[in-house]
């Protein structure tokens, strides 16, 4: 597994752990992933650049979950190395002992946005809108082209705990005032982590999904005002929206992210990923996740939200 000391990654360990599963966790700080308080979880020290780490990693598994990637980059090369090239090392060390399937966590920016009120499924054209979506896109036409049986999925918008980008919002919510991007009317399909890693581990070990792309989210869609408001709530706090509209959000994100990059930085606010915060929709359907593996999100939002809450209030993120 790569990606194991990430946010979704960490609920993925958890979860191959609980099924008694041997784990393998590609790592660069074997110290990040002792502070993750593993057992019975056997780490190879490495990079998605290091051929023979990766070679390490793979032997013997029957199952890769390439859950690595990057959500902030430099420029659309950069996006390009971190996901669609580290993906093809990853496929190129698997081809040594090639697994039972190789399951790759993708991205819903892979298929890009839609209009309100018509959620997409797998049978849409991929329209990624961004350098993410599209190096996303990339490293599935990799996937697909392997010689062994592979998965892929497309989470929605993931929250849970050890996230650390929706815990900006948590943090701003918790001031009773929470900027959003446009007018707050954008549709969002919303998934908890310890629901999505149920499903890589079902898709990963379902026959019928053997050489598949699927979405995964929770059924219920919201707007993401609401969210806003629904993270308020999980706080105990009666939120006030700001919106900003699209002009001024634009301009604001074109700022950040050049400041960003003159500090030799990145982030996920930046004038390319306008197309994604401003699009109409992000909403998508699991139906067939459900029908080929018999996966269901179990976690409603309101529950979902009071653990995160009470989980960074512990660790004294919040």
């Not at 054209?125 to 896109?137: D, I, Q």
């Not at 549709?187 to 990963?204: M, R, T």
Request: hydrophobic share 50%; with cysteine; net charge positive.
């Amino acid at each position: 597994m790569t990606g194991g000391t990430g946010f979704v990654g960490a609920h993925l360990v958890r979860a191959l752990v609980a099924r008694g599963d041997a784990v393998t966790c590609l790592v660069r700080s074997p110290a990040k992933a002792a502070a993750l308080g593993w057992r019975d979880v056997r780490t190879v020290p490495g990079t998605m650049d290091d051929a023979a780490a990766l070679r390490a990693g793979c032997a013997g598994a029957d199952v890769i979950y390439h859950v690595a990637g990057a959500i902030a980059a430099r420029d659309a090369a950069d996006f390009m190395r971190v996901n669609r090239d580290a993906t093809a090392n990853l496929l190129e060390a698997a081809h040594v002992n090639p697994p039972r399937r190789f399951l790759y966590v993708s991205s819903q920016a892979a298929g890009g946005p839609n209009p309100r009120g018509q959620s997409i499924d797998e049978m849409r054209p991929p329209a990624p809108v961004t350098h993410y979506g599209r190096s996303k896109l990339a490293a599935e036409e990799l996937v697909r082209a392997a010689p062994f049986p592979w998965t892929i999925v497309r989470p929605a918008v993931v929250y849970g705990e050890w996230d650390r980008e929706l815990l900006k919002v948590f943090k701003l919510a918790a001031t009773g005032i929470a900027p959003v991007f446009g007018d707050g009317r954008q549709e969002l399909s919303i998934v908890y982590a310890g629901d999505l890693a149920d499903a890589f581990v079902a898709a990963a070990t379902a026959p019928a999904a053997a050489n598949h792309v699927y979405y995964a989210a929770h059924p219920a869609s919201i707007t993401s005002g609401a969210l806003v408001r629904a993270i308020g709530a999980a706080l105990g706090k009666r939120v006030r929206l700001v919106p900003i509209p699209g002009v001024v959000a634009r301009a604001l994100l074109s700022i950040i992210g050049g400041l960003a990059s003159v500090a030799g930085r990145t982030t996920v606010l930046s004038a390319d990923k306008a197309a994604e915060f401003l699009a109409p929709a992000w909403t998508c359907r699991p139906g067939a996740l459900q029908r080929d593996t018999g996966w269901r999100a179990k976690v409603e939002l309101g529950d979902g939200l009071a653990r995160c809450a009470a989980w960074y209030r512990e660790r004294g993120w919040l």
